[in-house]
């Protein structure tokens, strides 16, 4: 989430398509270390993308954790990149309730 972050953070200061660099300059900024691979992989899958409706589809993703759905009923196919990123945390939620008990 902090690549996001500071992605939305480069696109509310004007540039409406950052690069990897510019994302990059704004976590270093803060000292948070950055995983190459993960950024370019993230600036790469929002070139063209509205911000706004990126940001929408993030709430939705955070909204779907908290409900236990049966893949089954979610409308996104398997190979869909926000599909493996439900999958993952949902299991993680999974071994935070398992811890708690």
Same mark, same amino acid.
């Given at each position: 989430m902090k690549y996001v972050a500071a992605y939305c953070l480069a696109v509310l200061s004007g540039n409406n398509s950052p690069s990897a660099d510019d994302v990059k300059k704004i976590l270093s900024s803060v000292g948070v270390e950055v995983d190459a691979d993960k950024l370019s992989g993230?600036?790469?899958? %929002? @070139?063209? !993308?509205n911000i706004h409706e990126v940001n929408y589809i993030i709430f939705l993703i955070k909204r779907l954790l908290h409900l236990d759905l049966p893949k089954s009923q979610l409308c996104l196919s398997v190979d869909h990149p926000l599909?493996?990123?439900?999958?993952?945390?949902? %299991? @993680?939620? !999974?071994?935070?309730?398992?811890?708690?008990k």
């Open positions: 993230l600036v790469n899958s %929002l @070139k063209g !993308k599909q493996q990123t439900l999958q993952q945390h949902q %299991l @993680k939620l !999974k071994k935070r309730q398992l811890l708690k």
